[in-house]
């Protein structure tokens, strides 16, 4: 094995391969939609007859370095991948585009002097860290809320819609929250705070599935009073259908999808094929990586194409 100092040619070339790279047509998605998932990358759009490209692209590289993986940075010669520039709307030159999640967040045109380019990434990783500073309490509210632990994973909601109060995740958890309390009207308010982009997040549209399914609930009786009668009419489609309901309200999904596939097995056009509009509306309340979502799945559609 062979060892390179620091400041050696080899060196420095390791360090431009990984974090500085020529991009192309070809390679943009690869070098920087895809790769913007895991690190910010910036796009340097340039052409060699242009002179502020030659000011800027020097200063852009040390910056870049300085951040030693952080961030990455892809030079695009627009002389030669005049599609892409004419695709994203190059105008002007040198531009500079921030990526982050597969989506430009941020750019600006012309030479600029160190300390603003440093800015400009400065917050283009910051960005990235808070994303993940996110996540991370995402994570540990989702794991106080499974655990049963309400008042723990509320707080953590707040925490993040003290800075951004239209955060989509934390306001469909913290409707999770009171909607397991029992409290389906604050789980409503709470939904009502979330903006027009919000509304079409996974986590709102399966949280709005399951008020409606507690709200269904509510009008079917106790699970319990159900259960009777059912053990003295088996065949009564409509009870079964709603203990179904009354058992997925209450958390016991395995059991509420047993008694909705039996309908289906015995009937499955029963009152308009309902059985099976149930069981989808339960999917999408409880997501689609949630295991009774994919055990269901599984087993209506061996019922359905046996």
Known sequence: ????????PAAQAEV????IIDGSTATFAKDVIEASARVPVVVDFWASWCGPCKQLTPVLEKVVKSYAGKVRLVKIDTDKDRSLAAQLRIQSLPTIYGFKDGRPVDGFTGAQPEQQIRSFIEKLVGKASEGNQIDEILAAAEQALEAGDLSGAVEKYAEILND???????????ARCYLKSGDTRRAQQTLSLVGPEGAKSPAIVRMEAALALAKKAGGQGSAA?????LADDPENHQIRFDLAVALAASGKKQVALTHLLEIVKQNRTWNDEAARKQLVEFFEAWGPKDQATINGRKQLSLILFS
């Open 1 to 8: 094995m062979v060892f390179v100092s620091g400041n050696s």
């Open 225 to 229: 009073d159900l259960e009777r009668k």
């Open 16 to 19: 431009n391969q990984n974090f």
């Open 164 to 174: 951004d109060k239209e955060n989509a995740e934390a306001l469909a958890g913290l």
